[in-house]
């Protein structure tokens, strides 16, 4: 006999974050087949379903629909919960983030992005994932679900992977691996500086030299990637590199100046690299044309950044979204840059920022879910709210995109509910207590 | 004899000359008196900038003039020279010289010393910056070369001094002559030089801006005292040369606008007039410079052509490198017309022989040359007091002078001589013809035109053969030309003709390549002179087309309209326009209380706030301009408590565990872009803190952002006094590799503390009980010594100085409030203060301000606690708390960070949005006039676009003492003017690349962005 659970979320705002799994019954049986009823559904490809039935089974999305009009027979589910008034979305997607592979900056022990040397794209970020990571709980309680765990330094600084921000492990975590090979372009201007102090650029002396180094081994690695499987000594470095030509994996190329756009988009139509993706791409609303006639998406650099020159608009960062999608060139946020593990939890303030400057309020949240899935090859699974897809869902009771409305209170990953509490809230609570406020 | 004397650029020095004075050297052999008078007749004399003879007659002798005059008598015995109507300057002087002085070791980094271990062994002051006992007038040597290269751009005396050390002693006045040094000299010990920049000094202090403004005024404090209480104290050579130096005319090598006001305000406080070396761009703030009422020595460095062929590359170039290129050479012609007396230097010219053309176009930018005369002659001479000496051509004065053709100025003037000291150096033969014109070559039955150009000395030689124009070298010496030409691919011919001066025709013979001979004539058809008739007109219809100066000199600068200027300080007048101010139907958030009034209108009047009330009759107000706010939302300005914009030099005097001494109020730099950034998030005010490197870092400065003003305009009137402490890991350096500097543990930070307290209570009484003794008493009794760094400490015992403190971790929080109830004053801030929330009930009880991030953790160990919830449980508590940057990005979008607060914590949103502006203000003690709208308060406001702490609003106005500094529909036209003025200057740029001119790559130079743990590298 099925047991039925009928659940009316009436969450007072400020205990909303309090909910974890134990408020809800933990037998895994009753979370297989459930449905969400009368949310207003963001549906993360554009469309929004006011009063919506959002259903899955076994982890799967099985219905999204209007509520009106569809009799709804609460039996047919082991879980039924009312969300009226509160609002659904896509698990939001960070991407090109050292997320789990970093937990404080100016500790070094707590860093594994950096691996020594410049041509390293056999390294893989997957292994080195902290699923018990402090910071990976701060930022699911904000919506942000899943994140492309990237390897930094040298021209190639390895493959990175797509990994849930909850897992048991890093194997339980992983949506996919080995998504693709970042090659950080050589940068013709070399900005100079350190944390929050940017020095005079300079031009890159080295550019020439890392330019054929570049060159060198794209061309080694395409001649032995073409050559039977067997028949040259193995080598590491090039073998990692076979998905890249064969087209199972993207090639990230890092760059945002302007003419280091321009280069790395000849670069990878040189080596007939399958799928291309630019990522920072700062200047890259100055070269659209090229990047949409090459079908090249962009993961866009961190927004929330001071434009490269006094006579910029002072806004033309936050409006390079709108500048893009008015090209018709796709492209995801994310937030490489200083503290990007810890400020992983803006990412859905970055989205909303982008529709006060030209962006519809979902086209902001498609740009930090369905492009971010399109973009990363995962857009069958993840990304928006349709049939078949993983039930990886986020319910908010206001907003999730504004700062004083982004209050998560239940989130799923793979139709699995997910604890929404983080230590800072714990000691939040703990300190509370001590001075007896509310 | 001088007809003789025809070799041409290479310098002869007469022999009589050397051997003139030195009469305390022995000689070898007989000695050769040589007395020589000479008399220069029938000269256009240029007795000085203002007078001229047409006709007259110069004398002199042994070095000096005797006379200068229309008529005079022929001394018996002089050399007597027809000068035929050549013109006769006095020498330039440049006050701006390392002529003569010995190389500077520049300091390595990386090798810098421990802080108060002075390398220089022996009575010294403890700064090795501090290089007052420098005499450059026993540094110097001869150099024939630089002499040279002085001479042949007109400059006849120097002042020269060592170019190290923020102050680098005396300098030296030398005539610029091929002689034994000790003719050379005309006055040893000249001027006093100071400057902002530490040189070879490998001490760590001062590290910055900031530092070495206070190292300056600490040492003018120890001089004055060490002069008073002479021999009752140490012996110190340092301070001794110092006060010696007092005596003399004092010359600051400041190099920028900004910077010329900085050492402006030094000399007040010490009563010194400095003659300021300036940067050239002293024109982008002229009304300031104008207001100093000092003198300035200026460079005609002017910036080199920039490669813009690339619009990517263009973008670059900042819009201020671009006017800078086109405006810096009427920089001279703004001085001029504003009253500023300055003279000019070839100090920063990398190629000195540049300095008389560079002169010459501050004259094509609309200098006078009676001025350009007289701040080459004259003005120098009058600044350091040797007009009766060098600047002119009168009796006594001298014989420093140039013989030129015409005019000094004329385009194709030449300079035949340059005397020094009574010494001749030749640059081009008198004698000589000048044979530039265009010619017709009659060579084997053809006829060819042919142009000769350039300078005498090299000329340019052009010919028109058959096909095409071609290059003719061309060498004109001892009367005879050589020249060669290439006919063709095949051919070549080398021609010799001797120069008929009657008929201006070279006759002579030339050979082809293939050995035959040819006779041939160059007859000239029109002269130099007339050539250049033809050009002039031309050149002076053409009406110099620069731009206007920008306010700030900057990208979204503005250029003071035309019907409003040129006035004495024009710029702040309409800047301050807006007498009155409507604002309607706007969304009110108060801040008094929770009080959000909706529909209501705003009017200001004069900067301050005079009424709030729904339907205000703007018919009553027809002369208030109107702001239409319906649908829009109303606040307070946003107050930044924590901010290292808008700063010059570094933020961090980072040598020192304790740098109260240094104020951020001397390193404000307007033009800082962020500025006008962060006003485009709604920002009106913040306070500029000292960095973190220190557990006593320095005093901070309040500012309003009023983009466009000056660095004094922008301070906060009257502005309370705040000083930067700091705790954790930054001030005991765990960050770095460690080193032996006190403190490196939270446990020396204590220590510092304690013992720096004690030390200026003690200093407190020492003072008080000095002033209560008797005058007599006082005599025996060495004064304390007034200390700057103890000055600042003492205010804050008094309660006159604010401590905001950076802090994170709770121990040590604790650990301050016990300090200072213990030695008893108040921390009034902790600015951070991320572990703020483990010790809320203590910050209450101490009753400190809390000032923290949003939400940042995780950068480093001491941060691992910081929790979003932080500023909500501060503010329930019962702290004033508000959120700040320290941040130039975030700075913008500090309504977003407020929010925070209502998401983590559950804030309402009226608190959230006081943590950004009335608790600011009131943790700054300016709540009196800002952080509320209400009757009565300054008008420091925002209207945005939607609720403001809605990550969709936008700062659609900000207001500043009811005048508007930022505008979304002005903002679109400075947009619109930048490109096109950018576009502007970038097509005269590739004119002047297809003409010829030799343009440089562009740099993507980017200013310095700074957060608390910014250290300048010098």
């Known amino acids: 006999m099925k047991r039925k659970n009928y659940y009316i979320l009436c969450f007072v705002f400020l205990v909303g974050i309090i909910i974890s799994q134990n408020n809800l019954p933990s037998s895994p049986k009753v979370w297989k087949h459930v449905i969400l009823i009368n949310g207003t559904a963001h549906i993360g490809n554009g469309q929004i379903i006011e009063s919506s039935y959002v259903a899955f089974l076994d982890g799967k999305i099985e219905m999204v629909s209007e509520s009106k009009g569809i009799r709804l027979n609460p039996a047919a589910y082991d879980t039924v919960i009312d969300i009226t008034g509160k609002h659904i979305y896509p698990a939001l997607i960070s991407t090109n983030n050292i997320l789990g592979l970093q937990e404080a900056e100016m500790i070094r022990p707590t860093s594994d992005f950096n691996e020594v040397g410049f041509i390293n794209p056999h390294v893989r970020s997957l292994i080195a994932y902290n699923t018990d990571s402090k910071i990976l709980p701060t930022v699911k309680t904000n919506g942000v679900l899943y994140t492309q765990c990237t390897p930094r330094s040298g021209l190639i600084s390895g493959s990175s992977s797509i990994m849930a921000t909850e897992g048991w492990n890093w194997e339980d975590a992983v949506l996919k691996a080995d998504d693709g090979i970042h090659v950080n372009f050589p940068k013709s201007i070399q900005k100079n500086g350190w944390w929050g102090e940017t020095a005079p650029s300079t031009k890159n002396n080295k550019y020439d030299e890392e330019i054929l180094v570049l060159n060198k081994f794209f061309e080694d690695a395409k001649a032995y990637c073409n050559s039977p499987a067997g028949s040259l000594e193995s080598n590491l470095r090039f073998e990692a590199m076979r998905g890249i030509f064969s087209g199972s994996q993207n090639l990230y190329l890092h760059a945002d100046y302007v003419k280091d756009i321009i280069l790395s988009v000849n670069f990878a139509k040189k080596y007939e690299v399958k799928k291309p993706v630019l990522v920072g791409g700062k200047d890259s609303w100055k070269t659209t044309k090229l990047l949409k006639d090459n079908s090249i998406p962009v993961m866009l650099c961190r927004i929330n950044d001071l434009p490269d020159y006094a006579e910029d608009d002072v806004d033309i960062l936050f409006r390079i979204p709108a500048l893009l999608q008015n090209d018709s060139v796709l492209f995801c946020l994310q937030l490489a840059g200083d503290m990007e593990a810890m400020q992983t939890r803006n990412l859905p303030f970055l989205a909303g920022e982008t529709s006060a400057y030209g962006l519809t309020k979902e086209q902001a949240l498609q740009s930090v879910t369905l492009n971010a899935a399109k973009i990363l090859g995962i857009d069958s699974k993840l990304g928006s709210i349709e049939l078949g897809k993983i039930a990886s869902l986020v319910i908010s009771d206001g907003d999730l995109l504004d700062i004083k409305t982004n209050n998560v209170i239940l989130a799923f990953i793979s139709g699995k509910p997910i604890k929404l509490i983080n230590d800072q809230q714990l000691l939040y609570e703990k300190y509370k207590t001590k001075y007896g406020v509310k | ?1018």
Request: proline residues 3%; aromatic residues 10%.
């Open chain 2, 1 to 1018: 004899m001088m007809s003789k004397l025809t070799r041409i650029f290479i310098v002869l020095t007469l022999a009589g000359g050397n051997i003139i004075s030195q009469t305390t050297f022995p000689t070898n052999g007989a000695p050769n008196p040589i007395h020589t008078i000479y008399a220069f007749t029938n000269a256009v004399i240029h007795v000085d900038y203002e007078t001229t003879i047409p006709n007259g007659i110069l004398v002199f002798q042994d070095g000096k003039i005797i006379s200068t005059a229309e008529k005079a008598t022929i001394p018996v015995g002089a050399t007597v020279s027809d000068l035929k109507g050549k013109h006769i300057y006095p020498s330039f002087i440049d006050l701006y010289s390392d002529y003569g002085m010995p190389e500077i070791k520049k300091s390595v980094p990386g090798q810098t010393i421990v802080l108060n271990e002075n390398p220089n062994k022996g009575a010294y002051g403890w700064n090795p910056a501090i290089k007052s006992d420098v005499d450059a007038y026993k540094l110097f040597t001869f150099n024939k070369d630089k002499a040279d290269e002085l001479r042949k751009s007109g400059i006849g005396v120097v002042l020269s001094s060592q170019k190290d050390g923020i102050v680098r002693g005396n300098g030296v006045l030398l005539n610029v002559s091929n002689q034994k040094e000790n003719e050379m000299v005309i006055k040893d010990k000249a001027a006093g030089f100071y400057s902002f920049t530490k040189g070879s000094s490998t001490m760590d202090y001062p590290g910055s801006l900031t530092g070495a403004v206070a190292l300056l005024r600490q040492t003018y404090y120890d001089a004055q005292w060490y002069k008073e209480n002479a021999a009752k104290t140490e012996y110190n050579i340092t301070l001794d040369a110092f006060n010696n130096l007092q005596s003399l005319p004092s010359v600051f090598e400041a190099n920028d606008k900004f910077n010329d006001l900085r050492a402006v305000k030094i000399g007040k406080e010490f009563g010194v007039k400095y003659i300021i070396k300036g940067g050239g761009n002293e024109y982008q703030r002229i009304n300031d410079i104008q207001n100093t009422f000092l003198k300035y020595i200026i460079p005609v460095n002017f910036p080199e052509a920039l490669d813009v062929e690339d619009p990517f590359d263009a973008e670059q170039v900042s819009l201020a490198e671009l006017k800078h290129w086109e405006m810096a050479p009427a920089n001279a012609a703004e001085m001029e017309k504003n009253y500023i007396p300055f003279c000019f230097t070839s100090a920063d010219l990398k190629d000195k022989s540049q300095f008389l053309a560079n002169v010459k176009k501050c004259i094509a930018y609309g200098l006078t040359e009676k001025t350009a005369l007289k701040a080459l002659t004259f003005n120098p001479a009058n600044f350091i007091g040797v007009q009766d000496k060098v600047g002119a051509l009168r009796s006594g004065m001298y014989a420093n002078f140039i013989i030129t053709d015409k005019n000094i100025f004329a385009d194709d003037a030449i300079m035949y001589q340059h005397w020094v000291n009574g010494t001749l150096n030749i640059y081009s033969d008198i004698n000589s013809p000048d044979i530039r014109g265009t010619y017709k070559l009659l060579a084997d039955e053809k006829n060819y035109k042919v142009k000769l150009s350039g300078d005498l000395a090299k000329i340019n030689g052009f010919i028109n053969l058959d096909s095409a124009k071609t290059n003719l070298n061309f060498v004109f010496k001892n009367n005879i030309a050589t020249m060669s030409f290439a006919f063709d691919s095949l051919r070549s011919a080398r021609l010799s003709g001797n120069y008929i001066d009657k008929t201006k025709t070279f006759e002579g013979k030339g050979q082809w390549t293939n050995g035959d001979w040819f006779d041939f004539k160059l007859i000239q058809e029109s002269s130099a002179d007339s050539l250049a008739k033809n050009k002039n007109p031309e050149k002076k219809n053409n009406k110099l087309n620069i731009g206007k100066v920008y306010f700030p000199f900057s990208a979204y600068g503005e250029a003071l309209p035309e019907d409003e200027g040129p006035f004495i300080n024009g710029w702040l007048k309409w800047k301050n326009r807006y007498k009155a101010i409507l604002i309607k139907n706007a969304t009110i958030w108060t801040n008094n209380g929770d009080s959000i009034l909706l529909d209501h209108d705003v009017y200001i009047v004069e900067g301050k706030i005079v009424r709030i009330a729904p339907n205000i009759d703007a018919s009553f107000f027809a002369f208030a301009k109107k702001i239409d706010a319906k649908g829009k939302h109303l606040t307070a300005g946003i107050i930044d408590e924590h901010s290292h914009i808008a700063l010059a030099g570094g933020v961090n005097e980072w040598g020192q565990a304790n740098s109260a001494e240094v104020r951020m109020g001397d390193v404000v730099n307007p033009e800082d872009i962020n500025i006008y950034r962060q006003l485009s998030g709604g920002v009106t005010c913040a306070q500029l803190l000292h960095g973190s490197s220190n557990p006593i870092g320095g005093q901070s400065q309040i500012i309003k952002l009023k983009w466009g003003m000056n660095a004094e305009d922008m301070k906060y009137e009257k502005a309370p006094e705040f000083i930067k402490f700091a705790l954790g890991e930054n001030v005991k350096h765990g960050n770095g590799p460690g080193d032996n500097r006190f403190p490196q543990t939270r446990m020396g930070v204590e220590q510092v503390y304690i013992d720096v307290f004690i030390r200026a209570k003690n200093y407190k009484k020492q003072m008080e009980d000095f002033a209560k003794l008797s005058t007599k008493q006082k005599i025996n009794i060495a004064a304390p010594r007034r200390d700057l760094e103890l000055d600042a400490i003492a205010e804050i015992l008094d309660g006159k100085r604010y401590i905001t403190c950076h802090s994170y971790v709770q121990s040590e929080i604790n650990m301050l409030m016990h300090v200072a109830d213990s030695l008893k004053f108040k921390v009034n801030t902790f600015t951070h203060i991320l572990e703020g929330y483990k010790v809320a009930d203590k910050m209450k009880a101490h009753g400190a301000n809390a000032s923290t991030f949003a939400d940042w953790w995780a950068y480093k160990l001491e941060v691992m606690e910081a929790i979003p919830y932080n500023s909500a449980l501060l503010n329930k508590v019962g702290v004033n708390t508000c959120v700040n940057s320290d941040d130039a990005e975030m700075g913008r979008r500090l309504n977003q960070e407020a929010a925070k607060s209502i998401k983590y914590g559950g804030l309402t949103e009226t608190e959230a949005l006081k943590l950004v502006t009335l608790n600011p203000a009131k943790a700054l003690h300016i709540d009196d006039k800002v952080g509320k709208v209400m009757v009565g308060k300054v008008a420091d406001l925002v209207l945005w676009t939607d609720n403001p702490l809605s990550v969709y609003a936008k700062a659609d106005k900000t207001i500043i003492d009811g005048q508007i500094y930022f505008d979304r529909e002005e903002d679109a036209k400075l947009r619109y003017n930048i490109k096109k003025e950018k576009a502007r200057i970038i097509s005269k740029l590739i004119a002047e690349k297809n003409k010829g001119t030799k343009v440089v790559k562009p740099s993507g130079k980017k200013p310095h962005l700074y957060t608390c743990e910014t250290i300048e590298e010098n």
